[in-house]
């Protein structure tokens, strides 16, 4: 090639736009003002569903609808924070991601929670309204105890006793419910296996001593139909467990007559376990909340 040649070849230029920038440029515009409208509609919508998300009429409409969902319309009441279980858990880390302020999102989201928790009831996975055997331990003059003792040792003697009272509430297919410093609450679904733990627990109890100190036990025992939220229970049977355990005054079993009457003849004697009724001291305050017609039995082994 002609020198020449090269030489004009070097000098074109290719142009980097189109030709027609204005039409360019226009087109661009109205892309830009379609995306601005977009992104406004966007904003209003937004905001339309965060003010209906927090209109009380359309929270309350939510919550009477999950009312007619199977499973435990009780998810996020302020009693169902607590407790194991694989939608209970579920709940709690929902609750804290929401936050604690009513919303028709809160609702709806406990609503789907509600029917998979209805789901795990029907394959034996959750738990609804049963007949349980409630139990309530409490160590006696631990209070006093403690005080002398200092905060070390008596955590000490509190790990010990765990180890002692909770294996056997486990063994025999007990769930604790929640533990109250040197006492606990525990649910059974059979009075026979209750019964059982509690006198195990108790045996066992016997072996634990620090400094020469012995902790004794008081033991309540009471069958009901208790109403489970969030894997606590309430309710006027939960109540009467705690008075029979106050009834068992310096380290005594006891137990209503409901739970004795559930229990099957052969258990007590299996274990050589006798039962009396319950005489109150003279000088003992009376057991407030107690049904008049649930009697008290003191079971010794």
Known sequence: MDPRQRDAAAEVVIPLEPTGSGQSDASQAEADDAGARSGRRRVQISSKL????????VIGAVRKARHQLPGDPAFGDPLSVSGPGGA?????????????????????????????????????RGRGTEEVTIVFTDLVAF????????????LEL????????????????GQVVKRMGDGLMAVFSSPDRAVR???????????????????RMRV??????????GGDW?????????????????GNMMLSSTTLAALRPETLAELGATVKPYKRNFWAAPLNGVPEDVRIFKLSV
């Open 50 to 57: 965060q003010a209906a998300n927090r209109r009380a009429d």
């Open 88 to 124: 209970r858990a579920v709940a709690r880390a929902a609750d804290r991601i929401v936050g604690g302020s009513p919303s028709a999102a809160r609702e709806i989201g406990f609503g789907a929670l509600q029917v998979w928790q209805a789901a795990l009831e029907r394959i034996g």
């Open 143 to 154: 209070s006093s105890w403690s005080l002398s003792a200092g905060d070390e040792r008596t």
């Open 158 to 173: 509190l790990r010990k006793v765990a180890k002692a009272i909770e294996p056997p509430i486990a063994e025999r297919g």
């Open 197 to 215: 733990a509690a006198i195990a627990a108790r045996r066992n109890l016997a072996e634990v001593e620090i400094d020469g100190y012995k902790p």
């Open 220 to 229: 309540g025992l009471h069958t009901g139909s208790p109403r489970e939220i």
């Open 234 to 250: 309430l309710g006027v049977d939960v109540n009467i467990a705690a008075r029979m355990m106050e009834a068992g005054g310096n």
